[in-house]
């Protein structure tokens, strides 16, 4: 199949979060498997051009129509891997950071009108569209005579994030306004739009794709995803083996498999030695890596935190956040030296020294589409101690509720639940011996790499194209 890929960040390209690492890794899994995979981004200022080999200008370039103007676009482009990554390239669109200006929802409008004008040259059978920042593609395609046999998939992976906007935007790329019911007047919802239109819906986690028909997790859009809910699907992330592999990791002291763990107590050491944390073998560190906001869970990470210290528990954060969490964790690492280590920033070096030294793994996120950092850390036999949401819930068994469990959860989102599974981890942890190791080796030795997840994505695709066909 000829599957074309839109997304606003792409690792290694330019990362922000999950959504980079998927658009990243997915094509080239569904590349092993035999399909011709474009990949479209835009082309932000902040892509290091020179290392990847990008060239500035592009094979292509075309004059759109934008508003009353025209924007010209071109389309550089680089393979890698066997996918064919795209770079639109525009004044308009490209900056310095992905996100976080006021005319984004702009930006991003231009950034799927410039792909449709690339698609049309050669029609795809799949157009797959990712979050708000690329869901415009999808009615912008349905409306292009020559995609009309391309099948559109729309996937979710935050739908915190809806792309709301004024109404106004829709027509600077030649869309009608014609008002969806879950809109304001005057406003387009771009998410919304593109679950509408799309032949195919689909997020990130089984889990994830029964909790947002509910109103808990729906964010205003259960009642559209309801009636979408013969066509979405639930498919769970994988990550990179190869790239996060404890017996290959360039970034870590000592490499360790499932079979020999050895190495495992020398990343430990390291760790506590570059961090600052005191030097005890038996002291059980706590991981924690992420944007440091409601969704992750903050606020119970730092009502907890001082309980877990006080519990012979070693914690290790990395991550940035709102800035009045980081003035907490600031605060409470002042007083915790050489029992907490807090670095605020992202260092995906450090990260994976994290991954490797750490014995357990904290995420009591709020809500979780799917979560990476649960997965990484079961392959670094990191035990996850996760809130029983999204993803997460997907992915861990809790050990006290299933013999072949890989870590702990909890169901209410309360400190005191959050605090009596991390009880039940130190438990589990300080018998020690036999059975910690087996469940460590139960945690590595579990498949959560692409290509098994990558076939499922085929599975969607045939189902689009059917849905397209009867279309
Ligand atoms: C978003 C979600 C996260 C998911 C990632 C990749 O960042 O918050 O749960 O793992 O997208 O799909």
């Known amino acids: 199949m000829r599957i074309s890929f839109a997304a606003a960040e792409v690792a290694p390209y330019a990362k922000v979060g999950g959504l980079a690492d998927v658009a990243g890794s997915l094509p080239q899994a569904l590349a092993s498997l035999g399909h011709d995979v474009t990949v479209y981004m835009p082309y932000h200022r902040s892509i290091d051009a020179q290392k990847f080999g990008i060239p500035t200008a592009g094979a292509r ?4 129509p934008y508003g009353a103007a025209r924007a010209r676009i071109e389309y550089p482009e680089i ?8 770079f639109v390239r525009s004044v308009r669109i490209g900056r310095d950071k992905v996100y976080g200006y006021d005319d984004d929802a702009k930006r991003y409008a231009l950034f799927c009108r410039a792909v449709v004008e690339d698609l049309v040259d050669t029609p795809p059978d799949v157009v797959h569209a990712h979050d708000w920042h690329a ?29 709301r906007t004024s109404a106004a935007v829709l027509k600077l790329v030649g869309l009608p306004r014609a008002r969806l019911p879950i809109e304001d007047r005057g406003e387009a919802n771009l998410m919304a739009r593109a679950i509408a239109a799309a032949d195919i819906v689909s997020t990130v986690s089984e889990r994830y794709a029964e909790e947002i028909l509910t109103p808990e997790f729906g ?27 404890p017996a290959q990791d360039p970034h870590i002291a000592a490499p360790y498999e ?19 944390l005191q030097r005890d073998a038996a002291a059980p560190i706590f991981g924690v890596i992420g944007r440091l906001v409601e969704q992750k869970g903050v606020d119970l990470l730092t009502a907890v935190a001082p309980w877990l210290l006080e519990k012979g528990g070693q914690l290790v954060v990395l991550g940035t ?20 280590a807090l670095t605020l920033g992202f260092d995906g070096a450090l990260a994976q020294r994290i991954y490797a030294g750490a014995d357990l793994f904290l995420m009591p996120s709020r809500f979780e589409p799917c979560g990476l950092g649960q997965l990484i850390s079961l392959r670094y036999g990191t035990i996850p101690v996760v809130r029983a949401v999204g ?8 050990v ?9 959860s909890f169901i209410k989102y309360e400190s005191a639940a959050f605090s009596d599974a991390i009880a039940r981890a130190l438990h589990r942890y300080k018998a020690d011996g036999e059975p910690w190791r087996q469940l460590r080796t139960r945690a590595m030795h579990e498949d959560h790499s692409w290509p098994a997840a990558a076939k499922r994505y085929v599975e969607m695709y045939m189902a689009a194209a059917k849905a397209r066909r009867a279309a």
């Open 258 to 276: 499932a079979d020999d763990q050895s190495g495992k107590a020398i990343d430990k050491a390291a760790l506590q030695k570059e961090t600052g």
């Open 79 to 86: 393979s890698r891997d066997g996918v064919r990554t795209v």
């Open 219 to 245: 964010e205003r859009l259960e009642g559209l995803l309801r009636k979408r809910q013969a066509d979405l699907w639930g498919i769970t992330n994988g990550i990179d083996t190869k790239f996060f592999d």
């Open 61 to 64: 370039t075309h004059s759109i």
């Open 135 to 163: 869901a415009l593609l999808v009615p912008l395609a349905a409306r292009a005579r020559q995609l009309r046999k391309a099948a559109t998939v729309f996937t979710i992976h935050n739908l915190a994030y809806q792309g």
């Open 400 to 408: 006290d509720a299933d013999p072949r469990g890989n870590g702990f």
């Open 321 to 340: 956040g709102d800035p009045a969490y980081e003035q907490k964790w600031r605060d409470l690492a002042a007083k915790n030296k050489g029992r907490l």
């Open 391 to 398: 993803g997460l819930a997907t992915t861990v068994r809790d």
